[in-house]
């Protein structure tokens, strides 16, 4: 199964977004307290573009993958180096207050977190929130979700997102009314009534018996499609400030075992994109948002892990508090060792998720 172009170019698009906003964020407060930054960068590699504004180069280059800030002195602790020739000292990160150095170095995943916050309550506001009643969802569709080849739905004409309003002219609210008129057939030719955007369709099946499942079946994913409501400023604002803790305590979980199969790298994210895609476009919507503020809140969290890597800003961070603790700088040799053993976890841990994915992708697609 491949996935669709789409899919892919949606996934890198939500994760360039976050990753610019990140990169600016130490962009603006590196600015703001006056140390130079020699170039702002959307995407990697070879160089489309470039504009200069106060100093500081804009480019546009190739690889539209996120992107990068090069500040001046960034770079020294890691190098042993203590001077940089094209820059005045008072203008170099090396040479900021501690105080400084980790708000630019925080700052990053700060805006990644007020990003995610920002969009979700915007999200709230225009597209709603599930409604719920006495702790339940309250239904308002039944869509089909997929399809199986040489089905009795695929012959009949049924698509992904076709939302079943009635069998043989009985409604369909929820999913295990259809499977039990579907049941109550015995392979008779039934009625299906759907909606497909705003055109009303009826076409005609007869379930076929499974010997595996010992029923009968029309080769159809149902999903239901929960009614939407919009929330008061208050309700958005509440569901907001609660949002990162959320993710937190669901990372929590994942961590002690308590949930299975939800941590995703790239392969299982553009999975999940593709089969969003499916969904009818309010729930897409809704999806993406939540998609996209895990994505964010995430990178903010990922960000700020204390390993002893030059990507990590945590890292940095630890570095520079414990350098301060001892009152010396670690050598460059020292230092090397350790973003040598964080790169190693960080390795171990992407290969770990990524054969997750796949192996997750094998069992939907072969149906195991």
């Known amino acids: 199964m491949g996935f669709n172009l789409n899919s892919i170019w949606l996934t890198l698009l939500m994760l360039s977004i976050a990753v610019m906003i990140h990169e600016y964020g130490h962009f603006i ?3 703001a307290f006056g140390v130079t930054v020699h170039e702002f960068s959307v995407g990697f590699g070879p160089l489309i573009g470039k504009i200069n504004r106060r100093g500081v180069q804009y480019s546009l280059r190739w690889i539209l993958f996120g992107g990068f800030c090069k500040i001046a002195g960034m770079d020294m602790a890691l190098e042993g180096e203590t001077k940089d020739p094209e820059t005045r000292p008072d203008r170099l990160f090396y040479n900021l207050r501690l105080w ?7 700052t990053g995943s700060i805006f990644n977190l007020l990003l995610g916050m920002v969009v979700f309550f915007v999200a709230l506001l225009w597209i709603g929130t599930p409604a719920v009643s006495k702790g339940a969802l309250i239904i308002d569709s039944v869509v089909i979700s997929s399809v199986s080849n040489q089905s009795p739905a695929m012959q009949a004409g049924i698509e992904p997102g076709d939302k ?3 069998i043989n002219g009985q409604p369909i609210t929820r999913s295990t009314t259809l499977s039990n008129l579907v049941q109550q057939s015995a392979g008779q030719t039934i009625r299906v009534q759907i909606q497909r955007h705003q055109q009303i369709l009826v076409k005609q099946l007869q379930a076929k018996y499974s010997r595996e499942n010992k029923k009968y079946l029309i080769g159809v994913v149902l999903m239901e499609t ?3 409501i919009t929330p008061s400023i208050g309700m958005a604002t509440k569901q907001t400030l609660a949002m990162p803790g959320n993710i937190i305590k ?5 961590i002690k075992g308590k949930i299975k199969g939800s941590l995703v790298g790239p392969i299982g994210a553009v999975d999940m994109v593709e089969q969003t895609l499916q969904m009818p476009l309010q729930l897409i919507l809704i999806s993406m948002v939540q998609f996209f503020t895990s994505i964010s809140v995430s990178l903010c ?3 700020l892990l204390p390993l002893p890597l030059p990507i990590l800003d945590g890292g940095w961070i630890v570095i520079l508090l414990l350098e301060r603790i001892f009152r010396r700088e670690f050598s460059t040799e020292q230092k090397a060792t350790a973003y040598t ?3 190693v976890a960080i390795l171990f841990a992407f290969v770990w998720i990524t054969y997750g994915d796949i192996l997750r992708l094998l069992k939907r697609v072969l149906g195991g």
């Open 341 to 343: 053993v964080g790169l």
């Open 226 to 228: 929960p009614k939407f």
């Open 100 to 106: 400084k150095k980790v708000v630019v170095l925080a």
């Open 250 to 254: 669901m990372l929590g979980m994942l």
């Open 301 to 303: 969290l990922f960000n």
């Open 29 to 31: 407060t590196a600015r």
């Open 164 to 166: 079943i309003t009635a």
